[in-house]
């Protein structure tokens, strides 16, 4: 990470942070949304302080991810398109995971059978596919395929963003699941001790607290 921190200093352009953004049950904009997204504008207001040109944020929406789990096209484009505006009322930049996977030399070379999945991070994949996941198949099923598709789409999130610090709210057993040549960030998503992703929070959710820094970030959901 340092090291793409100075990199961005000598150049004087932006530090560069990008993060995956996904959906769950609602189809809408929500408290926990804005509350998350002014927390990433702190965090760009910080860094400004420090590095005079500033932070750029790009977050991108798991389309692929919100079909997987089985929700409806409609439901996604909504939720997805009324977080683009207030991203960007922010400054931040958006796109869509399933157009960097197309658009990456990995995405037709590449197929989902090719990779196994570990043992350490299956169950905690299966666990999650029980909470979120309604797509065909059980859920053992749609956790291996999960997977499977991150693999593929690290690469394309590496090939995109290659001097990018990447983002998660995820804790670091995670790893596996995230670009492998991009430092990784973890921090909390709404506000310190905060545990839970806010597109999985309901309209009006107080965001639930932790007493120790560190068992927020050993929280993971499928995104």
Not at 28 to 49: G, S
Not at 73 to 94: L, M, Q
Not at 101 to 123: C, F, M, T, W, Y
């Amino acid at each position: 990470m340092l090291a793409f921190i100075a990199r961005a200093m000598r150049q004087s352009n932006p530090l560069s942070f990008v993060l995956y953004w996904g959906k769950g049950p609602r189809w809408t904009l929500a408290t926990p949304d804005i509350q998350c997204l002014d927390f990433l504008a702190r965090l760009a207001d910080r860094v400004e302080k420090a590095h005079a040109p500033g932070a750029s944020l790009n977050l991108i929406f798991t389309d692929t991810h919100a079909r997987h789990n089985g929700h409806a096209e409609i439901d996604i484009n909504r939720y997805f398109s009324e977080v683009d505006i207030a991203a960007r009322k922010r400054g931040f930049d958006t796109c869509l995971l399933g157009d960097l996977v197309r658009g990456s030399e990995i995405a037709a070379g590449k197929e989902l059978h090719d990779e196994n999945v570990p043992q350490a991070v299956l169950p905690m994949l299966i666990a999650s596919a029980r909470k979120w996941y309604r797509g065909g198949g059980s859920c053992e099923q749609g956790a291996i395929i999960y997977y499977r598709m991150n693999m593929i789409e690290r690469r394309a999130v590496d090939m995109a963003f290659p001097w990018s610090i990447f983002i998660t709210f995820n804790g670091s057993e995670f790893r596996a699941l995230l670009p492998q040549h991009l430092p990784i960030f973890y921090m909390y998503s709404l506000r310190r001790g905060t545990c839970i992703k806010p597109w999985f929070l309901p309209l009006h959710a107080a965001p639930c607290t932790a007493q120790s820094p560190g068992w927020a970030r050993a929280q993971g959901d499928r995104s």
